[in-house]
């Protein structure tokens, strides 16, 4: 029975294609881990560049509510300083799921705060909670009560690509899963401050602020950089022995 595939009458042509697609193959993988190095070696430059702008904003005075709003909201807030006089609308808090602090995990309990009245509300982060160990129940949180002076930092969560849903739950104090300032506003009905204020100190509530704005600093993205760098030159190295190897059967 005769066949037209062309390989099948013309072997040279499959051998020819063959190590066409292995060198094609071989070359892809080492530039992909080459590139993934001088990935990580940008994010690190991108690092050090979000950390000086942080030292800057954090040696700077603090901003009024006024100026807060009136900066750019595309723009980060994170690093600045704010002071401001706060009122507490009721005596309901967000608790944001899933944060860890010191190897505990446990919630990020957050609190809406008037400023002035013709004003968007302000988040007002009262501090770390341990979670309980059972699930179903909330941790017991003691809200400001009464009007305060506060001075502290600004921050904004990165959200998360996988889900960025506010994932509320029915009941107070309110389980949240991330940190969406938008639905939050659809939830109350009103318009919020897009940053969290992060306040040094608090009349009344002493519980932990965690502070981590950069997720991963420069010095680990060059960790991370080398470690492709050598993925990459140990993949070259083995492919050069096995090509000196095959050559050296070849002329035996």
Do not use: C
Not at 5 to 22: C, D, I, K
Not at 148 to 159: I, P
Not at 203 to 225: E, F, V
């Amino acid at each position: 029975m005769k066949t037209n595939n062309v390989f099948t009458r013309y072997p040279q042509l499959y051998l020819v294609g063959s190590r066409a697609l292995l060198i094609i193959i071989t070359v892809s993988l080492f530039l992909f881990l080459v590139k993934l190095g001088f990935w990580q070696l940008s994010r690190a430059e991108e690092k050090e560049l979000w950390q000086t702008q942080l030292t800057t904003r954090q040696a700077a005075d603090s901003l009024s509510y006024a100026e807060l709003l009136s900066l750019p909201e595309a723009e980060s807030l994170t690093g600045y300083r704010l002071t401001v006089t706060a009122q507490p609308l009721a005596e309901q808090v967000f608790l944001l799921d899933n944060q860890v602090f010191n190897g505990r995990v446990g919630y990020l309990a957050l609190q809406l705060m008037e400023v002035t009245p013709d004003r968007p509300w302000l988040l007002v982060e009262l501090g770390f909670i341990p979670a309980t160990a059972n699930r179903e129940s909330l941790p017991a949180i003691k809200p400001i009560t009464m009007s305060q002076s506060l001075t502290g930092r600004l921050y904004q969560k990165q959200s998360n690509p996988m889900s960025s849903a506010l994932m509320a739950e029915p009941g107070w104090p309110k389980r949240i899963q991330n940190l969406n300032v938008g639905e939050m506003r659809d939830l109350v009905n009103r318009p919020i401050a897009a940053a969290v204020l992060q306040p040094e100190t608090i009349k009344g509530i002493d519980l932990p602020h965690p502070w981590k704005p950069i997720p991963l600093s420069a010095q680990k993205h060059r960790g991370y950089a080398l470690q492709w760098f050598s993925m990459a030159f140990a993949f070259a190295i083995l492919v050069l022995f096995f090509i000196y190897s095959r050559k050296r059967r070849k002329n035996r």
